[in-house]
């Protein structure tokens, strides 16, 4: 027996179980290509959420940058005001781990098979 990962919810499940004890995904009745095109959309919503927090994260960064012109004094003057800087600091960040997630993603033995039927 050995524990492998819910193609559909990917907690840790034994490969005997007819039933992913988590989601209820009956692995009994599905064939390798059932499982490789599940784990291949899974693959992909990540893959779009990845992208998502990376959007959201240039968002904040647009949105800070406009704030701390438009905050008084208005222009981009030093020190920048707390909460748009902190709204840039945060796209920054939020930037940074989509783009590595998305990497991760990417990476060869992250990709899923392609299903064979
Ligand atoms: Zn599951």
Known sequence: MAIINCPNCSKRISDQSTF?????????????????????????????????????????????????????????TLPPPVLPIGLIALGGVAYLAGRVWLFWLKMERNRPRPPRD
């Open 20 to 76: 992913c004890a988590h989601c209820e995904l009956p692995l009994g009745e599905m064939s390798q290509a059932d499982v490789a095109r599940l784990e291949l959309r899974r693959w992909r919503r990540r893959v779009w959420q990845s992208k998502n927090v990376t959007y959201a994260a240039m968002t904040a960064l647009v949105v800070g940058a406009i704030w701390w012109w438009l905050a008084e004094p208005q222009g981009w």
